[in-house]
């Protein structure tokens, strides 16, 4: 079993920021891609930001300036640092990882159960 868990969100006032964790446990033999994507309400699920094992990154133009991405290859954690947070931020944010179980084995994509996020004064 793998899992992947979210922590970090909560209730912050526009201008505000917030840290995201996942850490991600279980039968794991490789973590390529991981990101974070949001839905807020009403909305389509969106990507918000990826990085590659490499620690090559793509953001989305929303929150280009305001959010970076980073990684632990060792804790098998993907971190988000939302800064100067808006109103239109505030959606559930959900943790993605591709990750391989086994070396014969394929990757797969894995998600958390989210997070919620809700920048309001």
């Known amino acids: 079993q793998v899992q992947l868990v979210e922590s970090g969100g909560g209730l912050v006032q526009p201008g505000g920021s917030l840290r995201l964790s996942c850490a991600a446990s279980g039968s794991i033999f490789s973590i390529n891609d991981m990101g974070w994507y949001r839905q807020a309400p009403g909305k389509e699920r969106e990507l918000v930001a990826r990085?590659?094992?490499?620690?090559?990154?793509n953001y989305t133009d929303s929150v280009k300036g305001r959010f970076t991405i980073s990684r632990d290859n060792a804790k098998n954690t993907v971190y988000l640092q939302m800064n100067s947070l808006k109103p239109e931020d505030t959606a559930v944010y959900y943790c993605?990882?591709?990750?391989?179980?086994?070396?014969?084995?394929?990757?797969?994509?894995?998600w958390g159960k989210g997070t919620l996020v809700t920048v309001s004064s």
């Open positions: 990085i590659t094992r490499g620690d090559s990154k």
């Open positions: 993605n990882a591709e990750i391989k179980r086994a070396l014969w084995a394929g990757y797969m994509d894995y």
